[in-house]
């Protein structure tokens, strides 16, 4: 397990300084860590492809983006992924939440559950699951994966991983 | 007399002063850009239909000492009002939000869109921009885009309302990554 305040302060240090999603669950406690945060913003966009738009423009400006949602927003995301960030080589974390782990949740959540990593890495998104230790090196891999190929990289956060 | 989006890209081009950061919609909005002013400080969007005016609110908020200009359709806006309600919301006063209304999607053969009814600057008023008026002539774009650029008073939103017709133009020849690369370059070397 990692404290969300620990994972937070992770999340700062390897440089993200702009924030923006749509809330779940399972991520709340870092999405109101992020956006009681004095020093960075956290955008509560309406879509999660918005999400992206947002942070596409925030990368162009400079910053160093991050996108939380869940899974179930991948869905609204995949044109945008294919025809903007993976387009245009645009360097982002998506850090997605998995409901449906294991086929164990609500109805609405079991088809995309079975379906998330699948769908990100065949349209060409690095994807790294949050282990329950060492997430510290799950982040600095993912700015590797994001400074070195100039691609979107997604960490899947399971239930229980941050508390 | 009412403007092809040919003139009112034209238009919008002679009244910029020329530092600004420019968004385009995808489709013929970014062609007909790339074909009258090429430039580094233009970003042509060539997929994501909806989201100009996302990526501008994420420049614009970042960068709140440099004008930011969209390039928008009515197509592309109705395909995300939720955006017209972020940056009314945060409010950057920084953005410039162009819309040319054709009410239709032009770009895929003239489909019509919902703009003939739903009053899109009243929309972006209602959500919060500063100001929100409509145009249909060349001399009131020219007037209305000066006007924007000199206030403080933003984000503003212009709503264009243009006729049906197109030119030939050319797709742009850039790569993407291209786009985006030289993009930054020129905020980078202080060109911006």
Do not use: M, Q, W
């Given at each position: 397990m990692v404290k969300t305040k620990d994972f937070c302060t992770m999340l700062k240090e390897q440089?993200?300084?702009?924030?923006?999603?749509?809330?779940?669950?399972?991520?709340?406690?870092?999405?109101?860590?992020?956006?009681?945060?004095?020093?960075?913003?956290?955008?509560?966009?309406?879509r999660e492809d918005e999400?992206?738009?947002?942070?596409?423009?925030?990368?162009l400006a400079g910053k160093k983006p991050a996108v939380l949602m869940q899974n179930s927003g991948l869905g609204n995301s995949i044109g945008t992924l294919a025809s903007l960030?993976?387009?245009?080589?645009?360097?982002l974390l998506l850090l997605i939440s998995w409901r449906g782990y294991q086929g164990k949740d609500a109805p609405e959540h079991l088809i995309m559950g079975k379906s998330t990593v699948k769908l990100l890495e065949d349209i060409g998104v690095p994807t790294q699951i949050l282990p329950k230790e060492k997430a510290e090196e799950t982040i600095s891999d993912a700015v590797k994966i994001m400074e070195e190929r100039s691609l979107p990289t997604a960490i899947i956060v399971r239930r229980g991983v941050i508390e | 007399m009412k403007m092809k989006r040919y003139e009112a890209i034209e238009a919008i081009t002679e009244s910029l002063k020329g530092d600004e950061l420019v968004i385009s919609a995808n489709g013929l909005i970014s062609r007909e850009l790339f074909t009258i002013k090429d430039s580094p400080r233009n970003f042509y969007m060539l997929g994501s239909m909806g989201l100009a005016s996302s990526i501008a609110f994420g420049l614009a908020f970042s960068l709140p000492n440099k004008k930011v200009v969209v390039i928008d359709g009515d197509g592309n806006i109705l395909m995300n009002l939720g955006s017209l309600a972020i940056i009314g919301h945060f409010a950057p006063e920084n953005l410039i939000h162009i819309v040319l209304d054709n009410e239709m999607h032009a770009s895929t053969g003239g489909q019509p869109t919902v703009s003939n009814t739903v009053r899109l600057e009243k929309v972006a008023h209602?959500?919060?921009?500063?100001?929100?008026?409509?145009?249909?002539?060349?001399?009131?774009?020219?007037?209305?885009?000066?006007?924007?650029?000199?206030?403080?008073?933003?984000?503003?939103?212009?709503?264009?309302?243009?006729?049906k017709g197109e030119k030939e133009v050319p797709r742009v020849s850039h790569e993407p990554t291209h786009?985006?690369?030289?993009?930054?370059?020129?905020m980078g070397n202080g060109e911006i």
């Open positions: 440089g993200f300084d702009f924030f923006t999603g749509v809330p779940c669950s399972i991520l709340k406690a870092v999405i109101n860590n992020l956006s009681e945060a004095p020093d960075v913003p956290y955008i509560p966009a309406t999400a992206i738009g947002i942070a596409t423009g925030a990368y960030v993976l387009l245009y080589e645009i360097p | 209602a959500a919060g921009y500063r100001t929100a008026k409509k145009v249909s002539t060349s001399e009131d774009l020219h007037v209305a885009v000066k006007e924007v650029l000199n206030t403080t008073e933003g984000p503003s939103f212009v709503l264009v309302k243009i006729e786009i985006k690369s030289r993009f930054k370059e020129a």
